[in-house]
């Protein structure tokens, strides 16, 4: 039996990417058999999410402001160590990147990817900062290193050479069961009222951030409109992340502002029939260490296109159409292809359906705890 730290204040309660990932992993923790060991989870006294339906882990609300950085920083590097002394825990795991600064204890860290050291610019200056000065101890203190995908893990050993490939387990993240086509049409009229969504549409999902290249696909929109090739609009799902101003200002310098919708944050239990209404999802990212959006709308049957970039083509494993993120022409082909081409559509969205089975967070859960079993 062992005692077992879970760093989860990172969680809010709208939340995407790493958050998401983080969530969906400790909910799929505590639907397991734990063998009599004794998890405990760090998070937020604001958190209201739907971890706090079960009680299979203990979950420990911090009184402390988490939504400020500093604050935050203080708390990992400083209070936690205590806590793991003085409540004699035998593990910790920081599911999102950092480990504390000082301290000495057996631990995991998960690296969902090095963005912040290989391509700063994508990032918001603070975070590339901070994670320039604590992602590399992290992972070089850490007794073991979660990626969430090979492409990672390549990653992790070409940036740090001293890194033993042993100390590196890749992880997938997984799909909830209710990703599926939605071919209810009552579902689909009610969720196209409710956003007042167009009869076709291209999608995009994720955070309005600079590595999601929206720039990029409202150009190759823009010029496919110009060109009177298709009637579709452009609907855009996500919060605003960092970097953005240059998003909006492409939209509004579009011809076609009209026609490119921006729903903002939208609840996970929409998301499913947005995706299968779409007749493409569009994913053109400069980088992914995973990618979850692309497997939620290929499990959703809808053809999706991604970039031949990061871990992109090794998470969709051949089901998704790659195209070049830098190259308009490429991606305007390849919507138009999709289109127009029924049999390749058809066989990308079965054989995307098919792929996307792969990955369950209880065989996320199921991996993450043997490493935790392993290691005490």
């Not at 709208?14 to 998401?20: A, C, D, I, L, M």
């Not at 006294?45 to 988490?66: A, F, M, R, W």
């Not at 050291?117 to 992972?139: G, V």
């Not at 070089?140 to 969430?148: L, P």
Request: charged share 20%; glycine share 4%.
């Amino acid at each position: 039996m062992g005692k077992i730290l879970i760093n989860g204040l990172l969680l809010k309660n709208k939340h995407s990417g790493v958050q998401y990932s983080i969530e969906n992993l400790i909910a799929a923790l505590q639907q397991l058999d734990l063998k009599e060991h004794d998890i405990e989870i760090l998070i937020s006294e604001n958190y209201e999410g739907p971890l706090l339906d079960n009680s299979n882990v203990k979950l420990k609300k911090i009184q402390h402001n988490l939504n400020n950085r500093f604050s935050r920083i203080y708390y990992e590097h400083v209070v936690i160590p205590t806590y793991l002394k003085e409540e004699g825990f035998d593990l910790y795991h920081s599911p999102g990147y950092i480990l504390p600064y000082f301290s000495k204890f057996k631990s995991i860290v998960t690296v969902h990817d090095l963005i912040a050291l290989d391509f700063p610019k994508l990032c918001q200056n603070e975070t590339a900062a901070y994670f320039k000065l604590t992602l590399p101890q992290s992972i070089r203190k850490a007794d073991h290193i979660i990626t969430v995908s090979q492409k990672v893990k390549d990653d992790v050993l070409n940036h740090f050479p001293d890194i033993s490939e042993e100390k590196i387990r890749v992880i997938y993240p997984g799909l909830k069961a209710n990703f599926n086509s939605v071919l209810d049409l009552k579902i689909r009229e009610n969720i196209k009222s409710l956003y007042n969504l167009p009869e076709q549409f291209f999608l995009f999902v994720g955070n309005l951030e600079p590595k999601k290249n929206l720039t990029f696909i409202i150009q190759a929109y823009t010029k496919i409109k110009n060109m009177r090739l298709c009637d579709h609009k452009l609907v855009i799902v996500g919060q605003l992340g960092w970097k953005y101003d240059s998003i909006l200002s492409e939209i509004k310098q579009s011809r076609f502002k009209l026609d490119i919708i921006l729903l903002g944050y939208i609840d996970e239990q929409y998301l499913p029939a947005l995706y299968a209404m779409a007749d493409l999802f569009l994913f053109p990212s400069l980088y992914e260490g995973f990618g979850i959006p692309a497997l939620e709308a290929m499990a959703c049957g809808c053809p999706v296109i991604i970039s031949n970039r990061g871990a992109l083509p090794e998470v969709t494993g051949g089901a998704a159409y790659q195209i070049d993120p830098y190259d308009i022409d490429s991606l305007i082909s390849a919507i138009l292809l999709l289109l127009n081409d029924r049999e390749l559509r058809e066989n990308m969205i079965q054989e995307g359906i098919l792929w996307s089975k792969n990955f369950t967070w209880q065989k996320t859960a199921t991996n993450t705890f043997d490493l935790y079993q392993s290691l005490l």
